[in-house]
Each structure stands twice: as C-alpha cells, then as structure tokens.
C-alpha cells in the first residue's frame, strides 16, 4: 500500500498548494483563505499579517488530509514581534516513513506606516523518498497587506516565484494569491481569496467567521477547482491559549481533519 503511495505523493507534491501553504485550523474553517489574517495564523498564510503583532505567539498545526496518516502534516510556528518588524520561525513536516517532506522557513515583517505592511520569508525544503535518496532546494516566499479602511483589509502573496526545481523535471509551483477581508462588526468577519498555481486554473475560496458566545466561534467556508467545503470552531480556554478545529470535505477524495493550539503572550 505506501509503496503504491509514493508515486501519487509525487504527483501531490509538484501540484498542492496546500502541501506548501499548510492550512492552520481558522483558515481550514474559511475556505482556505489566509492572506489577510493579523494574527499568529498569518505564518503559514500571508507573513504580512504578523507585522500587527504586539505580543509573541506561538502555534502546533496537525492536519490529515483525506483521513489517510501517510497523508499527515504537522507544523509549528513561534513569533517575535520587535521595535524593528516581526521576526517569524515556521516548521513542518508532511508524508511518512517511505516519502517525507520538510519545510524550515524564516521571515521577517514589518509595518509601513500605521496601515501597510510588507515581509519575505526564506525556505528551506528537504524531500526524502525511500529507494530514491533525497534532494534539499531554497526559494522565497513575499506578502503584503494593506488596510484600505477601518474594517477592510485586501492581502496578497508569492510563493516561490522563480522557478526552483525540486524533483527531477518538477519545479516548486509558483502560487500567487490574492485576497479581501471585511468585518462588518467585532464579532464577525469576511474573507474572500484568489489563488493561482502556473500550472492550474484560478481557485476561489472564501469563507466567514462569528463569535456565538465571549469564548466560541464559529465558522465556515467553500473553495472552488476542486470543490470543497469547509467548517470549524474556535474556543478561546484562557486569555493565553487558544485551540482551533476544522473540517473539510471533498467530493471525491473525502474529509480532511485539522487543529491548532494558539499560544499568545
């Protein structure tokens, strides 16, 4: 069975975004969308974001795509906001024992002005493939946000865009996304995303989020090329820590599980 998984994984591995842009739990719950988070989410979504920082942060991601652990990510993240921009860490690692990939990333964000904020993260991949070896690759990833009124932020970002080969023949994808968040009130938000690998058709994501009670959120969402669907809730435990679940579903290939602890200072 995993040896008759490592060449699917191949494939995976040269045309998911999501298999380079991991998903913590309140984007998993909202379609995906990530680019305009301002929160510690922003790590794995759009660095920009992590410029609003006041306080260091701390996330753990877990995701099983489709249910399957040879499908399995997990990450982990620290920020460190500073007088001079944000200073970010991310890891994570997909895969299994016969084909594992790693993600080590370093970014840094930083505000211009009270509402423009810019940031470049650098990574670093490993892909190790049983019988085959392993191959290490650098590339860059770029963002920024911009708050074009009290309750409107529009967030764009670039993964990799120069061309980085990583598998023989295979190129890292070039995945360029573009995105708008609205809050109609304190207790309620917006997203709506659009993302472009070179190599596939545009996809729309978009998702909302509500604050049903002081510690509970709820939230929900759709992506289109596949089409999926998303929900999740969020439950504030203390003033410090924060767990996020979410869920989504795929026509064909099934349901997709993934939580997060926030950790925020």
């Not at 490592?6 to 739990?25: C, K, M, R």
């Not at 040879?70 to 007088?83: D, K």
């Not at 024992?97 to 670093?124: C, I, P, T, W």
């Not at 963002?143 to 529009?154: D, E, S, W």
Request: aromatic share 12%; net charge positive.
């Amino acid at each position: 069975m995993k040896n008759r998984l490592v060449p699917f994984l191949l494939f995976l591995s040269g045309t998911a975004a999501a298999q380079y842009l991991i998903q913590p739990g309140k984007s998993a719950a909202m379609g995906g969308a990530s680019v305009v988070f301002q929160d510690v989410n922003a790590l794995f979504g759009n660095q920009a974001g992590l410029a609003f920082l006041k306080n260091i942060s701390a996330l753990v991601v877990a995701e099983r795509r489709f249910g399957m652990t040879e499908l399995q990510t997990v990450a982990a993240g620290v920020c460190l906001p500073t007088r001079s921009g944000t200073f970010g860490l991310g890891i994570q690692s997909f895969g299994f024992e016969e084909f594992r990939q790693q993600k080590l990333g370093l970014s840094y964000s930083r505000l211009f002005g009270k509402n423009f904020a810019a940031s470049v993260q650098f990574d670093y991949f490993q892909v190790r493939i049983s019988e085959f070896g392993s191959k290490s690759v650098l590339t860059f990833e770029a963002g920024i946000q911009a708050m074009l009124g009290k309750n409107l932020i529009l967030g764009t970002h670039v993964f990799s865009p120069a061309p980085v080969e990583w598998t023989e023949n295979e190129n890292l994808p070039a995945i360029l996304r573009l995105g708008l968040s609205w809050q109609p009130s304190e207790k309620s938000m917006i997203v709506f995303e659009a993302e472009k690998d070179v190599d596939f058709p545009v996809r729309l994501k978009g998702g909302f989020e509500y604050q049903v009670a002081q510690p509970l959120w709820f939230r929900a969402g759709f992506g289109s090329n596949p089409a999926t669907f998303h929900t999740g809730i969020s439950i504030q435990i203390n003033p410090k820590i924060k767990t996020d679940a979410a869920g989504n579903y795929h026509q064909i290939l099934g349901f997709t599980p993934s939580a997060t602890v926030i950790y925020e200072r």
